[in-house]
């Protein structure tokens, strides 16, 4: 409907002498839409300074369309300076948007051949596709571009340990982590806990309910696969069980072959 596009009309009016070319039509409708949006202008150039005494205007300045190449003019908005720019590149227009307070930039363009229909007037006749002419005008050029929230940066989940995992050993079990052994020695104060000595039954929940899965360690006494370099010198410190039925010793739990022969006698007994 002719009533949407209100002012238009009068607006041509003014500046019917002023327009030269096909951009000078695109320039002015921008300007328009721009004023039925709470822009007015305040005069041509890319001055960005804004005095108290500056008052905008719905109609463009005198020699808006004599800048030559570029189209530069200064508008104002609930207090804010902003700097519309304009140039055409072969067939197409190109229209920025800064605002001098934010620094924030939006941008459009127009084939001019295909968007400009006629240089006189309503605006229907002026353009070809008025509506949508309008709609990529408020929703590229005057609308600001929204802030996007920075993603955080998403969590990785704790790396798992297949080889605590598979044998049943780790905090969330509940077992002592064979590895940590030793640990509390390093610490004069104490602050870290335990010590030389690996946990034996009755202290804290080892061994666990069910008693303790055999983890398959490949050295007696109960180190890990990996704990003994590949050729290295190892002295066992545990007998190898003469049963094959036998059960595995716990380190730590004496049995028959720690009880010292008669008659030795050793301070460290």
């Known amino acids: 409907m002719e009533s949407d596009y209100f ?13 030269r070319s096909d ?14 949006n709470g822009f007015s202008c ?3 150039g890319d001055d960005k300074t804004l005095a108290d005494t500056d008052r905008g205007s719905e109609l463009l300045p005198e020699d808006w369309s004599s800048q030559g190449d570029v189209y530069k003019l200064r508008y104002l908005r609930r207090g804010e300076l902003f700097i519309l720019t304009a140039l055409q590149t072969q ?3 190109l229209f920025n948007l800064l605002s001098v307070k934010s620094q924030e930039v939006t941008n459009v363009q127009f084939n001019v051949g295909e968007t ?4 006189s007037g ?6 070809n596709d008025a509506p949508n002419v309008l709609k990529k005008i408020d929703e590229e050029f005057l609308t600001p571009k929204a802030n996007q929230t920075p993603k955080e940066p998403s969590r990785s989940p704790p790396q798992r340990n297949p080889l605590l995992e598979d044998r049943g050993i780790g905090i969330n079990r509940g077992i002592p982590d064979p590895f940590s052994v030793g640990r509390g020695d390093l610490d004069p104060l104490g602050r870290l806990g335990g010590g030389m000595l690996f946990p034996g039954p009755g202290h804290g929940h080892f061994p666990p309910p069910g008693g303790f899965r055999d983890p398959g360690f490949g050295i007696p006494g109960g180190l890990p696969p990996g704990a003994v370099p590949p050729g290295a010198r190892f002295d066992p410190f545990a007998p190898l069980p003469t049963n094959p039925g036998r059960p595995r010793r716990l380190p730590g739990n004496p049995d028959n072959d720690h009880l010292p022969p008669p008659g030795y006698d050793d301070m460290f007994m």
């Open 7 to 19: 002012g238009w009309s009068l607006l041509l009016r003014t500046i019917a002498n002023d327009i």
């Open 23 to 36: 951009l000078d039509v695109l320039v002015a409708v921008i300007h328009w839409h721009m004023t039925r």
């Open 42 to 44: 305040l005069s041509i």
């Open 91 to 93: 067939e197409v227009a």
């Open 116 to 119: 400009v229909r006629a240089r």
């Open 122 to 127: 309503n605006l229907t006749e002026v353009l």
